[in-house]
Nanobody, 124 residues
Framework: QLQLVESGGGLVQAGGSLRLSCAASGRTVSGYALGWFRQAPGKEREFVAAISWSGGRTYYADSVKGRFTISRDNAKSTVSLQMNSLKPEDTAVYYC?????????????????WGQGTQVTVSS
């Protein structure tokens, strides 16, 4: 059974940086797309970034483009999200997810496995 575990969340001041990591266990993630989503209190879960199985294609939400970078290491079965120039509106629980076809998508329903989430809080 595949499990995804996020880490790296925390409290940071606006303008700061955090690096989230997601480690997979139980099965290799090579061949599958990986994504990051977030959910702020009172809001629906929203797409943040996604990366193809090879790492050759990446997609970002407009709200994070130019500030966040998604990357993956298939040998280590990990996916990371480097977050720079953080804003208070980036405050949310961040989830990593695995999509079964290998092609990244912005649609959360197309992801098959989810982590438990890690809290990111950006103070103004």
């Amino acid at each position: 059974q595949l499990q995804l575990v996020e880490s790296g969340g925390g409290l940071v001041q606006a303008g700061g940086s955090l690096r989230l990591s997601c480690a997979a266990s139980g099965r290799t993630v090579s061949g599958y797309a990986l994504g990051w989503f977030r959910q702020a209190p009172g809001k629906e879960r929203e797409f943040v970034a996604a990366i193809s199985w090879s790492g050759g294609r990446t997609y970002y939400a407009d709200s994070v483009k130019g500030r966040f970078t998604i990357s993956r290491d298939n040998a280590k079965s990990t996916v990371s999200l480097q977050m720079n120039s953080l804003k208070p509106e980036d405050t949310a629980v961040y989830y990593c997810a695995l999509e079964g076809t290998g092609w990244p998508t912005r649609i959360s329903n197309e992801y098959d496995y989810w982590g438990q989430g890690t809290q990111v809080t950006v103070s103004s």
